[in-house]
């Protein structure tokens, strides 16, 4: 069950590609301009043909060329939302999402606008709307379709940063009412670990690597093939308090964090994004210093790069923190597995948009 795609083509780009997203996931394809990422999802779509290709969604055949198969746009139950709303102007907003129905109510409308948190604003036009209200607008169209599968082409790169952060939130709460497999097109990859559960990296069309946000977030080589050097991980937190001096306590597996204020509430739970490179790591518990997170763990793994660099990763409850290194400072601290270890980092290192509400799968 679920969306299995299989694609091979060398027009309009060289596609070679293959992965499965199981229902209620959603799936990151990250990678350069003119990787092929749009196009790919296009082609899943029915809006462009592979030379070879297999698309299943829950075991329903939409393409396969061997045996002639390809459902045309209409025929596969999909929802695409895209960077341009693509709203009719001089429709509502209820209206615009009655427009993809194959039944239309107003009531479903209604309920679908609600969803993406738009209550009583059906009768407003997109004009009337905000460019984060309007795409939510476009979101509640393409789940009106009862869609099979929901393609989110860089759905949030139109908006300003508040507004994306905001959206993004949305998205992670959203998922909770959405059984059906995600696909998610940036090249935003800070977005895609925080919002995808697995994620394939695309290169001039080519897959060349699939798996967890983390494992991909991890591989050092994938990193370099992307011009990254931001290896990061991921971890969960709940928000324990707004203090007077303006930070936001958290806790964690490890202990508390302190972050500069989030808009969120007291109990809310949040996922922190953390690049590798402002990791610092002691060996004992250390004083005296003017960093204020300091976090326990158990060393789980030393990866020794090919240059300068030494990936750490830390294991933080059965959460991970990975720290990045030089060679020197892991041998010289005699870095092993299984050995205690303190990690480290500025709170002002943690971008605000590196902090997101909801909770993953």
């Known amino acids: 069950m679920g969306l299995s795609v299989t694609m091979k083509a060398t027009a309009p780009i060289a596609l070679d590609a293959a992965f499965d997203v199981?229902?209620?996931e959603l799936l990151a394809l990250v990678g350069p301009s003119g990787a092929g990422k749009?196009?790919?999802l296009r082609m899943i779509a029915g809006l462009r043909h592979p030379e070879t290709g297999r698309v299943t969604?829950?075991?329903v055949l939409w393409l396969d060329t061997a045996a002639g198969i390809n459902l045309p746009t209409h025929r596969r139950r999909v929802g695409i939302l895209v960077q341009s709303y693509a709203l009719f102007p001089h429709m509502s907003a209820a209206a615009n999402v009655?427009?993809?129905?194959d039944a239309p109510t107003r009531?479903?409308?209604?309920?679908l606008l609600e969803l993406v948190g738009l209550p009583g604003l059906g009768e407003r036009r997109p004009a009337a709307l905000s460019g984060g209200q309007q795409q939510r607008v476009a979101l509640a169209r393409a789940l009106a379709r009862r869609p099979d599968v929901l393609l989110l082409d860089e759905p949030f790169s139109a908006v300003d940063r508040p507004t994306r952060e905001r959206l993004q939130a949305e998205i992670l709460a959203l998922r909770a009412h959405l059984?059906?497999?995600v696909v998610l097109v940036t090249h935003?990859?800070?977005e895609a670990q925080l919002l995808a559960d697995t994620m394939v990296v695309l290169e001039h069309g080519r897959a060349i690597a699939s798996g967890s946000t983390a494992q991909v977030m991890a591989n050092p080589a994938v990193l370099r093939a992307l011009g990254i050097s931001e290896a990061a991980s991921l971890l969960p937190a709940t928000l324990v308090a707004h203090l007077p001096d303006g930070l936001s306590q958290l806790e964690t597996a490890g202990g508390p964090l302190f972050l500069p204020v989030i808009e969120a509430e007291p109990g809310s739970k949040l996922h922190v994004r953390i690049i590798a490179q402002d990791v610092i790591l002691a060996r004992g518990r250390p004083e005296g210093l003017s960093a204020q997170n300091i976090l326990a763990g158990t060393i789980a793994q030393v990866t020794m790069g090919?240059?300068?660099g030494a990936l750490v990763h830390i294991a933080v409850g059965d959460d991970e923190i990975i720290a990045r290194i030089t060679r020197r400072a892991a041998s010289q601290m005699m870095l092993k597995p299984g050995e205690p270890v303190h990690a480290i980092l500025k709170s002002l290192s943690i971008a605000r948009d590196h902090v997101v509400r909801g909770r993953r799968r």
């Open 107 to 111: 009531a479903e409308a209604d309920r």
């Open 22 to 24: 199981a229902p209620g």
């Open 57 to 59: 969604v829950n075991d």
């Open 38 to 40: 749009t196009t790919l």
């Open 179 to 181: 059984p059906m497999p």
């Open 98 to 101: 009655m427009a993809a129905m």
């Open 306 to 308: 090919e240059g300068l």
């Open 188 to 190: 935003d990859i800070n």
